[in-house]
């Protein structure tokens, strides 16, 4: 994290690998030319997923440098929070925690921490959180900013997060950091849903009535007011989960649930399967850049569809799909749905099955063949398939990673009471609270404490039909309810 500021301040940059010395501008011409034209030269070169052109670039150093140069009084001093929160956050690691904050201060000119290595990890980020969060308005939208578990590296894990089969570098730190509060030294994933989109996009709490947050500075407590909306009763995969046990039965028994419930009218007047499209594609990464449109575009609706063709297909061809998919396959397609095109039908699922099955064999024979023409064109090029491959010599089909991306750290879940459809990190469980807070743009999902009355903070939700205030009116002039999170 160090060499971040140490870059920023120095008077001058000298580049050197062995003899060779290179400026600074040239090595910033060149990942800026890198971050322009290079997937195209490199990922002919590299497996589909491994590019990382865009990761600690030196063109984006540079430009902090120069904004910082430009200001000599301010310097970076507003760029203190989005680069502790969000940005170096990510791409950017240190051996003690407690420099995710100290390293910032000289080059954004912070002067509200006092450095203490001497302090316990969990007391110097809580300090500076609660600090935040009483001083800053708005502040509580920054809870959008905690990670979720299964990326922490200083707090426990919880017996969801323990599915997630990641090897973790850096083992977990016991120490007393309050569910409220970010671990810093994490990156944050999933992106927080009030800073991806842009200023304002949600309001759920419609023009009800805020109740400043507080704090308890003895028992380090987080003081919240608002409402219960609803509780979590059936959560889908993760996309690690996805990508392991190859199923989509919980998705697929989530989708039974909301049409069996709705019929074909969600409480948006939609289709309850556009509402699972449009919410799996919150917060996710098609392509290799963050999705920023809200609402999602209706070619993510197309990718939704191939996605789950193909995965229901896979399961007649790949061995090692079937399995859970088996089942999902056939629950689906039995259960007699209303389709709107999003959910194929068992003819088309066979014939994509077959393309599937040609596609493969012919590309086996072509890499046995060592890529000989036969007729002048190539096996298996010349196939009328759905699917594309998306890279050289990846089988893997251009919507297969959708569900992976989507999920990524995340899942879909199920209200208990009114059935609604949403998206929560990765850690959520059944029988999770949803909440809704005045002044939070987003619900939040808390966990009671057995035995207790206080809450866990699990992080920020996505609920298709209540981000823009459309259930608010039923708590006009309610009493708020009080939540107190350790």
């Not at 500021?5 to 050197?16: C, M, W």
């Not at 940005?87 to 912070?110: E, T």
């Not at 016991?174 to 992106?191: G, H, M, N, Y």
Request: charged share 25%.
């Amino acid at each position: 994290m160090w060499i971040f500021q140490e870059l920023i301040v120095a008077k001058e940059i000298v580049i050197t690998c062995g003899e060779q010395v290179m400026e600074w501008n040239d090595v910033r011409n060149i990942s800026q030319a890198l971050s322009a034209f290079g997937y195209d030269i490199m990922i002919r070169y590299s497996r589909a997923g491994f590019w990382a052109a865009e990761s600690n670039s030196p063109h984006r150093v540079a430009f902090w440098r120069d904004q910082y140069q430009s200001k000599p009084m301010e310097r970076l001093r507003r760029q203190f929070g989005p680069f502790v929160l969000t940005l170096n956050r990510n791409d950017f690691q240190c051996s003690n925690g407690r420099d995710m904050l100290y390293a910032h201060m000289g080059v954004c000119n912070y002067n509200r921490i006092v450095p203490d290595y001497k302090k316990p990890l969990g007391q110097v980020y809580t300090e500076f959180w609660a600090d935040v969060l009483e001083r800053v308005p708005t502040s509580i939208n920054f809870l959008t900013c905690v990670e979720d578990t299964s990326c922490s590296v200083n707090r426990s894990k919880s017996a969801t997060c323990s599915e997630d089969l990641v090897q973790e570098i850096t083992a977990p730190k016991k120490i007393p950091l309050p569910s409220w509060v970010p671990d810093f030294q994490a990156r944050l994933e999933p992106a927080s849903l009030t800073q991806h989109y842009y200023s304002d996009c949600f309001l759920a709490p419609g023009n009800l009535e805020e109740i400043p947050l507080r704090i308890d500075k003895i028992e380090n407590h987080l003081i919240l007011h608002g409402f219960l909306f609803d509780t979590v009763a059936r959560i889908s995969e993760s996309g690690q989960e996805l990508i392991q046990n190859n199923s989509i039965m919980r998705i697929a028994l989530l989708m039974e649930d909301v049409y069996n419930h709705y019929g074909t009218s969600y409480p948006t007047n939609e289709h309850p399967f556009e509402a699972i499209w449009k919410t799996m594609a919150i917060l996710t990464d098609i392509t290799g850049e963050k999705d920023i449109d809200y609402p999602p575009s209706l070619s993510i609706r197309k990718t939704f569809a191939d996605w789950l063709l193909y995965i229901l297909a896979s399961p007649r061809v790949l061995q090692g799909k079937r399995n859970e998919n088996e089942k999902a396959l056939e629950h689906i397609l039995n259960a007699g749905f209303d389709t709107t095109d999003l959910i194929p039908s068992l003819g088309t699922v066979k014939l994509e099955a077959e393309a599937l099955r040609l596609y493969l064999h012919a590309k086996t024979r072509r890499k046995e063949s060592q890529g000989t023409l036969l007729a002048g064109r190539k096996f298996g090029d010349d196939l009328q398939l759905t699917f594309q491959p998306t890279g050289d010599g990846h089988v893997g089909m251009a919507a297969s990673s959708f569900g992976d991306r989507a999920l990524k750290r995340m899942r879909l879940f199920r209200t208990k009471e009114r059935y609604f459809i949403g998206k929560g990190l990765q850690s959520v469980e059944v029988g999770d609270e949803i909440c809704i807070i005045p002044g939070a743009q987003v619900p939040f999902i808390l966990r009671k404490i057995p035995g207790t009355e206080r809450r866990k903070f699990i992080g920020q939700a996505y609920v298709h039909g209540v981000m823009h205030g459309e259930v608010s009116s039923q708590w006009q002039g309610c009493s708020h309810q009080e939540f107190v999170i350790e």
